[in-house]
């Protein structure tokens, strides 16, 4: 069995509080942070247009036109409202690429998206008056290069519009970066 004597216990106490105390304020007053500085904001913050607004105004210059050329199209018995109902969905076509490229800012792919789907509606509409393609009297093989130019004219506008929606998701991420 253990004896200790008495006064042993409570002297060892004494002696160590003065240490315990020394250790835990020393830790306290390192482990403070340093104050902090102001918030300083610049006066001058560079204006940014929204991110979505120039594919979304592509994909309507896309959707819109199709829709208003389409109820022409449909008009079986009017060949002329056909035809200027293909003209308008050319058109927005056309167009839609450039909306959405150079509307953002982005030059280069607003050229590369637009040259390409500006040419593909070009040849879709002098396919379609050299074949007179809603003449009812003529063979679908005698359409097929007006429709294979449309449908490609088509898909060219929708991937310069989806291009553009990627591309923008990628600048508000902060991934994109570059303006071309």
Known sequence: MIRI??????RFRLATIPLVVVIFAGGRAAAQPPPLEPLVIPATVEPRR???????????TALLPLAVGGALIAQDDRPDRQRAGTYVVLAGFAAAPWVAQAGAGRWKRALFYGLGSLALSTGAAVAMVA??????????RDRLPFTVLLTTAFFAAAAGVVDGFIVSSLDVSGRGGDRR
């Open 5 to 10: 004597a008495r006064g042993g216990l409570g």
């Open 50 to 60: 929204p991110a979505l607004a120039a594919p979304i105004a592509g994909a309507l």
């Open 131 to 140: 074949e007179d393609a809603y003449n009812p009297n003529i063979v679908n």
